[in-house]
């Protein structure tokens, strides 16, 4: 089954940046639109970017659009999410997944259950 590992999150101040990798192991990412989510203690997991197999579409949840750039490596089978003017209010705990759009907003694709541990992301003076 398709397993996905998150990487590159830590503690920035206000303003930092960060870039996050998703990786995949014995599966080739190119054949799936990979989303990025995030969950915050005591919120619902938003999804906050989207992009297509090939890398021609994306897609950004309006709290971060500007702020953060979605791109894929199909060399290295990662996926990026660059993150720059980090806020407060990016702290979460970041996952991607194979993803689809409902309406323009960022879903989870139904049948996939193995998400993994996520990678955290502190923004914090």
Not at 21 to 28: K, M
């Amino acid at each position: 089954q398709l397993q996905l590992v998150e990487s590159g999150g830590g503690l920035v101040q206000p303003g930092g940046s960060l870039r996050l990798s998703c990786a995949a192991s014995r599966f080739t990412l190119v054949s799936y639109d990979i989303g990025w989510f995030r969950q915050a203690p005591g919120k619902e997991c938003e999804g906050v970017s989207y992009i297509s197999r090939r890398g021609g579409s994306t897609n950004y949840a309006d709290s971060v659009k500007g702020r953060f750039t979605i791109s894929r490596d199909s060399a290295k089978n990662t996926v990026y999410l660059q993150m720059n003017s980090l806020k407060p209010e990016d702290t979460a705990v970041y996952y991607c997944a194979p993803a689809q759009l409902d309406h323009q907003i960022v879903v989870p694709t139904p049948w996939f259950g193995s998400w993994g541990q996520g990678t955290q992301v502190t923004v914090s003076s």
